[in-house]
């Protein structure tokens, strides 16, 4: 491999940490309601059913953004 067409080590590990990163946010915002599920259903005065539909609106608005989001970052 040539040494001019391989990128800086700091600049792979920066790509590399932003998708670790992207990729932990993404995972955290889908196990966080399973640790408070107990005062969600308290909060809001509904079962597990209602709390499944309430946690089920993260992947509803995750599923509708997908062709705005593909069409805006399309070169």
Same mark, same amino acid.
Not at 19 to 25: E, P, V
């Given at each position: ?9 700091? !600049? ?11 990729? +932990?946010?993404? +995972? ?22 209602? !709390?499944?539909? +309430?946690?089920?609106?993260? +992947? ?16």
């Amino acid at each position: 491999m040539d040494q001019e067409n391989t990128p800086p080590a700091a !600049l792979a590990w920066l790509v590399w940490g932003l998708g670790a990163a992207f990729y +932990f946010s993404g +995972f955290y915002h889908r196990v966080a309601p399973a640790v408070m599920t107990d005062q969600l259903m308290a909060d809001f005065h509904i079962g597990a059913a209602g !709390l499944g539909n +309430f946690t089920a609106f993260y +992947f509803y608005s995750y599923f509708l953004m997908q062709v705005p989001t593909g069409i805006l970052a399309d070169p």
